[in-house]
């Protein structure tokens, strides 16, 4: 059963698993599972994609119950009224906070505009080596996306050389299969932790929390990290 964080007549929201694809794609065949079949099986009724998650990322995903309300979510995740905040673990330590302007070429090679904004929660240093390095260090990043391009915070954050870490391809090799070959990790450590907007039928604020899952709470703990709060 998907976790079901929220529910009324018009709209549902689930805590995604990593590793769901929110539904069928020509490029993951392998896939049998899908968020959007698995929702509409668990309530019995019809539901309608609004937004999307990586197959990798975990956390809130929203779909909406009635065809109408399904284009008025997307015009509000489009036009950048929908709050978005994720919770990622990354190579090295960061900067406190930081803006990524940096325009993402889309497949056809338009560049659009991208805005992530990011602050450090914490960082670690675990006595494994690394390269040159005696010891490997991380940071648990609080991210904010203001614009919604296809894997704009993969990108943004692999552009400032601090790759999500089980992110591929956007992410380190060596970091990926470390984490594999050690600690037998097969997920990408990004976590879609919140959404805020305005209810398109009641006009009432809606905020939607999804908390940390099992595999990333693992890593959490082995590298010192507290479970952040989801506000």
């Known amino acids: 059963m998907l976790e079901v964080l ?13 590793g769901l694809l929110v539904h069928r794609s020509s490029i993951a065949r392998d896939a049998e599972e899908f968020a959007l079949q698995m929702v509409r099986d668990q309530l019995m009724q019809h539901v309608f994609p609004v ?9 809130v995903l929203l779909f909406a119950l009635e065809e109408e309300i399904s284009p008025q979510l997307q015009k509000l995740f489009a036009s950048g009224a929908i709050d978005k905040t994720y919770h990622a ?34 960082r670690a240093e675990i006595a494994v080596p690394s390269g040159k390095h005696t010891s490997s260090r ?14 704009q915070i993969r990108k943004h954050m692999a552009h400032i050389f601090h790759p999500i870490i089980g ?22 450590l990004l976590h879609a932790s919140r959404l805020s907007f305005m209810h398109p039928v009641s006009n009432q604020k809606i905020c939607l929390r999804a908390n940390i899952q099992q ?14 709060v989801i506000v």
């Open 6 to 18: 929220y529910r009324d007549q018009h709209l549902v929201a689930i805590n995604k698993p990593h």
């Open 51 to 59: 937004h999307r998650l990586d197959r990798k990322t975990g956390g």
């Open 89 to 122: 673990i990354v190579r090295g330590y960061t900067e406190d906070q930081g803006e990524i302007d940096y325009p993402l070429r889309k497949d056809n090679g338009k560049l659009q505009d991208a805005f992530t904004a990011y602050r450090t929660l914490q």
């Open 138 to 151: 991380y940071s648990l990043v609080e991210i904010i996306p203001k614009t919604g391009r296809m894997h």
């Open 167 to 188: 992110d591929r391809p956007h992410g380190c090799n060596k970091q990926n299969r470390m984490f594999k070959e050690r600690w037998q990790m097969e997920t990408m």
């Open 215 to 228: 595999e990333y709470s693992r890593m959490l703990h082995m590298m010192g990290f507290s479970l952040p």
